[in-house]
């Protein structure tokens, strides 16, 4: 359990206390479930406020809730990656991910992926929007291990460096696929849809952070995170239009 634990202290603000420093490489195939148990908490939230307030209301009280319990850890990552994105030459744009301070490009992402995910919450159902938190956030953090597992070449030292070296291919994938199966168990078949949309999107923030970085860091893989959250939920938002959730 103790891989669990580390993910759940890494990844949350939740008070855990293992008594010695976590197995990187065990930890990070957690991440996907921890990512669900926050999905959990963030549906959760909005379905029963949707029962009181609004339902916009109820969908922003939710993201809120889910950033404190974070700590707006991807989001800060989003928001360093944009700023960077502005740089004109990798060397530059690796120093302006470095700095803590956000520009005009970062908070304008990090307040389009609030905005969205608000919109999509509050566009679904009492029970789709529990599916679809659950599912984005699993999905999220997936892709993200998914990118630690084929990013071989930091281009720097940090913390999403560390990450990086310590996780094989195998264990890479085994993330990826536990996050798959917390969205197959919260939305069924609509999760094979979610899952091909949210590793192509991962696909083209990799393949950015190569030609911007020189590689992948702990900002782009937030940064990863976050987008394919947006994206997930975006799925979700269109499959409820037509469809129905296998355990409704």
Do not use: N
Not at 8 to 32: I, K, M, N, S, Y
Not at 112 to 119: F, G
Not at 127 to 151: D, Q
């Amino acid at each position: 359990m103790q891989g669990l634990l580390g993910a759940v202290q890494f990844l949350t603000r939740f008070p855990v206390h293992t008594g010695e420093a976590p197995d990187l490489a065990r930890t990070v195939p957690w991440f996907p479930l921890v990512g669900a148990l926050v999905g959990a908490v963030v549906g959760g939230v909005a379905a029963g406020m949707m029962e009181l307030v609004p339902a916009t209301v109820a969908a922003g009280l939710a993201v809120v809730v889910g950033m404190m319990l974070t700590g707006a850890f991807h989001e800060d990552g989003l928001a360093d990656t944009a700023d960077a994105l502005g740089g004109c030459s990798p060397a530059e744009r690796r120093q302006i991910l470095r700095d803590a301070r956000h520009g005009s490009y970062g908070v304008a992402a990090m307040c389009s992926s609030i905005v969205l995910r608000i919109l999509c919450l509050a566009a679904l159902g009492t029970a789709t929007a529990f599916a679809g938190a659950v599912a984005s956030h699993a999905l999220g953090r997936g892709c993200a291990v998914g990118a630690m597992g084929v990013a071989h070449r930091p281009p720097a030292e940090g913390l999403g460096a560390d990450y990086t070296k310590a996780v094989s291919l195998g264990r890479a994938l085994l993330g990826l696929l536990v996050g798959l199966a917390m969205a197959l168990l919260a939305m069924g078949s609509w999760a094979i849809a979610a899952a091909a949309i949210g590793v192509t999107a991962a696909a083209v923030g990799i393949a950015l952070a190569y030609r911007a970085f020189g590689g992948v860091t702990g900002d782009v893989l937030g940064a990863i995170e976050q987008v394919t959250e947006v994206v997930v939920l975006v799925t979700v938002v269109a499959f409820a239009g037509h469809h129905h959730l296998w355990w409704r």
